[in-house]
């Protein structure tokens, strides 16, 4: 079945840039998106079709994709974006299944 | 406003049946599709299947394909996940959440922590 690839953790301090890599064989025909999920909370998404932020999520949230990589880039981390980040997708197969990568802790402090 | 509002906790024991529920509300419930995730204590979201309330279509991620069912009622605007035997390593919070129509999850669910113990 498909996978995405995430690094288990990243850690950044406050005011720095972290990027969280999503590695997927069909990214480059496929859309990532990132949920940012913090404890004991529903996920909460951050970025949608590569890029593109939802109203109320902050400017320092971007995202970019490359062959098959998307990456979520937080520009000026903040305490308050520690969490974990999920990457979100689905294969090329067009059966209307998705798949969520493995989970990036970030800490910052 | 959109809502979808789960069921409460629930404790169980091994071999037991459930099913938990996801209300919708606020907006077209048969026009959307719902999705279950499960997430592990400790552990990741894993997609587990959609159904399309309008028609009652469902899809099931291959690893939880046999092992729950996916039903709704569009006259209640509800959505269900059930087990017909349940295990201890099906303890874990489930999450409904809504399908935009190009497959992401707009709106989430409060969750629904299951226990199985015996």
């Known amino acids: 079945s498909y996978e995405l690839t995430q690094p288990p953790s990243v850690s950044v301090s406050p005011g720095q840039t972290a990027r969280i890599t999503c590695s997927g064989d069909?990214?480059?025909?496929?859309?990532a998106y990132w949920y940012q999920q913090k404890s004991g909370q529903a996920p909460v998404l951050v970025i949608y079709?590569?890029?593109k932020r939802p109203s109320g999520i902050p400017e320092r949230f971007s995202g970019s994709s490359s062959g098959t990589m998307a990456t979520l880039t937080i520009s000026g981390a903040q305490v308050e974006d520690e969490a974990d980040y999920y990457c979100?997708?689905?294969?090329?197969?067009?059966?209307?299944?998705?798949?969520f990568g493995g989970g990036t802790k970030l800490t910052v402090l | 406003e959109v809502q979808l509002v789960q069921s409460g906790a629930e404790v169980k024991k091994p071999g037991e049946s459930l099913k938990i529920s996801c209300k919708g509300s606020?907006?077209?419930?048969?026009?959307?599709?719902i999705g279950w995730v499960r997430q592990m204590p400790g552990k990741g979201l894993e997609w587990m299947g959609i159904?399309?309330?309008?028609?009652?279509?469902?899809r099931y991620s291959p690893s939880f394909q046999g092992q729950v069912t996916i039903s709704a009622d569009k006259s209640i605007s509800t959505a269900y996940l059930q087990w017909s035997s349940l295990k201890a390593s099906d303890t874990a919070m489930y999450y409904c959440?809504?399908?935009?129509?190009?497959?992401?999850?707009?709106?989430w669910g409060q969750g629904t922590l299951v226990t199985v113990s015996s």
């Open positions: 606020g907006y077209s419930f048969t026009s959307y599709w």
């Open positions: 069909a990214l480059p025909k496929k859309y």
């Open positions: 159904i399309y309330p309008g028609d009652s279509d469902t």
């Open positions: 979100y997708s689905t294969d090329s197969s067009g059966n209307h299944s998705w798949v």
């Open positions: 079709e590569d890029s």
């Open positions: 959440a809504r399908l935009v129509a190009s497959g992401w999850l707009d709106y």
